[in-house]
């Protein structure tokens, strides 16, 4: 159903002689560097298939990743970058962007009220809200009944009946911050003593953890290897929609919640195609096209209107309003952020 969805898309586009289909010739291409596993190929065609422009992806898996390859010189390779909203002042900071201006893209007021005019950027003077992921407890109904294992706080994660069973994001602001919310410190901490004291927290979580993946942890909880994911939504979600016996706790603790944004390198050598770019994918008939392969928080107004049961009866995808308002937003902590990667690199060692 999906593929001809696809087709009958672009044969209307084609049909309605917009400009580039077909054209391959002296070609444009785009830059993106973006989230493994959360752009899919079918828009990229899409959105070639109207303009001519071709889109040339590259991944990266975690933030820390993103900006190492950029700080190292890679920002010239890019012209468009999908970051949260946690490292948008650092990448400023080292001119790895330049400002967007919003007035440009027309669907820019398909955008939730939810993601605009956040406290990390609040004019959207630097980015565009794409999607957000909110991190849960993705848990096997069966499994976790044979292991008599019930989370209803973080702490319930240290149980030894888990030992070797919980896929985990590979991101040491999600994971430190949720040991620090079990010790009730706050997660957006700056001090080196408090950040390098969940040590002992997360030495005793590191001998439940099978394995951490933040591209495709959801394959691990569909397939029955693990019992428990600390996994982001979409994951989840994904599973869920694999395999009947996944379902999500939400923890006494509020969840990690991230919006991941647009942002123009600031050597960007395509601008007029970036702008072209994020328009097309806000169209709300585009963005579900997203979500339908990535169920990550929706935060296009238009595009909710037309989801549909499979999205909204996905307990991963459709994530509780009181979750989602209680959800703590991750902060940038600036020079603090080398102890986060310590502690992190400490436990997994």
Known sequence: ?????????????????????GKKSNQETLYVYNWSEYMPQEVYDLFEEETGIRVVEKT???????????????????????????????????NLIQPIDVSRLENFEQISAF?????????????????????????????CEQLGVEIQRLDDLLDPALENNIVAVDDCREIVDIALKAKGEDPDSTDEAVISGTIDWLSKLAPNI??????????????????????????????????EDINVWYTEEPCELSI???????????????????????????????????????????????????????????IKEEALEQAHIIDDVGDAAEYYDAVFARMKN
Request: with cysteine; charged share 20%; hydrophobic share 45%.
């Open 260 to 318: 991941d944004n647009f942002v123009l390198s600031s050597t960007s050598q395509h601008m007029d195609a970036a702008y072209q770019f994020i328009d097309f994918i806000h169209r709300p008939e585009i963005y579900k096209l997203c979500l339908d392969e990535f169920p990550a928080v929706c935060l296009n107004d238009g595009a909710r209107e037309l989801l549909d049961e499979e999205y909204f009866g996905n307990a991963g995808a459709n």
């Open 1 to 21: 159903m999906k593929k001809a969805v696809i087709m009958l898309l672009a044969g209307a586009l084609c049909t309605a002689g917009l400009s580039g289909c």
């Open 210 to 243: 099978r394995l951490y993946d933040s591209d495709t942890a959801f394959s691990a909880l569909a397939t029955n290897e693990v019992a428990v994911g600390i996994v982001y939504n979409m994951d989840a979600a994904q599973a869920i929609q694999e395999n």
């Open 60 to 94: 990266f898996s975690s933030n820390e990743e993103m900006l190492a390859k950029l700080v190292a010189g890679g920002a010239s390779q890019y012209d468009l970058i999908v970051a949260s909203n946690y490292v948008l002042n650092a990448m400023k900071d080292q």
């Open 115 to 143: 993601a605009k005019g956040r406290a990390f950027d609040p004019d959207n003077e630097y980015s565009v809200p794409y999607m957000s992921t909110i991190t849960v407890i993705a848990y096997n109904e069966e499994l």
